[in-house]
T-cell receptor
């Protein structure tokens, strides 16, 4: 069955530390891949997306993600976290044969001073 | 460019009452989606429209939920009657319709059923 998994429900990092949020997918073919961020009471903001080509994708707010076909993963990274990065992060996929976007359960990021 | 506009932002109703949510997509986006996001979870697709046609409504609880997209632009999602378990954030999104273009989401309507 098609699925998107975010193994970490909640992650806490110190401000200035590096961050990696994990995302794994299970689809018949490599889907289109996305990362969104959602602040409390806000809508979803697109951080970055991967369609094809270079497996390292740069996004907004200093985020990047690396697509690894062999691991069916699309992990989100940031070298130095800021307090304003505290939010909920969602990995999402769109398969080739339809336009429906499916989301992972999300990872809540807490940033310690 | 205006984003996806949803109203109201918040709604509190008693169970068994009807409720409706409205969405105005980005101009020119022919594909429109309604998602439901329960607390602490990722959004789940309820229905997808291509222009005015509902092409995927398999996750829409049809006994109480209905949706329409008149003239292929604005859309309304209705619940009648509402149940306690319907409390959630209802998100609308639109896209150009080509797979992989990514979506633009509205800010959502937070529904509380008491």
């Amino acid at each position: 069955a098609q699925s998107v998994t975010q193994p970490d429900i909640h992650i806490t990092v110190s401000e200035g530390a590096s961050l990696e949020l994990r995302c794994n997918y299970s689809y018949g073919a490599t889907p289109y891949l996305f990362w969104y961020v959602q602040s409390p009471g806000q809508g979803l903001q697109l951080l970055l997306k991967y369609f094809s080509g270079d497996t390292l994708v740069q996004g907004i707010k200093g985020f990047e993600a690396e697509f690894k076909r062999s691991q069916s993963s699309f992990n989100l990274r940031k070298p130095s976290v800021h307090w304003s990065d505290a939010a909920e992060y969602f990995c999402a996929v769109v398969s080739y044969n339809n336009n429906d976007m499916r989301f992972g359960a999300g990872t809540r990021l807490t940033v310690k001073p | 460019e205006a984003g996806v506009v949803q109203s109201p932002r918040y709604k509190i109703i008693e169970k068994k009452q009807p409720v409706a949510f409205w969405c105005n997509p980005i101009s020119g986006h022919n594909t429109l989606y309604w998602y439901r996001q329960n607390l602490g979870q990722g959004p789940e697709l309820l229905i997808r429209y291509e222009n005015e046609e509902a092409v995927d409504d398999s996750q829409l609880p049809k006994d109480r939920f209905s949706a329409e997209r008149l003239k292929g632009v604005d859309s309304t999602l209705k619940i009648q009657p509402a149940e306690l378990g319907d409390s959630a954030v209802y998100l609308c999104a639109s896209s150009l319709g080509r797979t992989g273009d990514g979506y633009t989401f509205g800010s959502g309507t937070r529904l509380t059923v008491v």
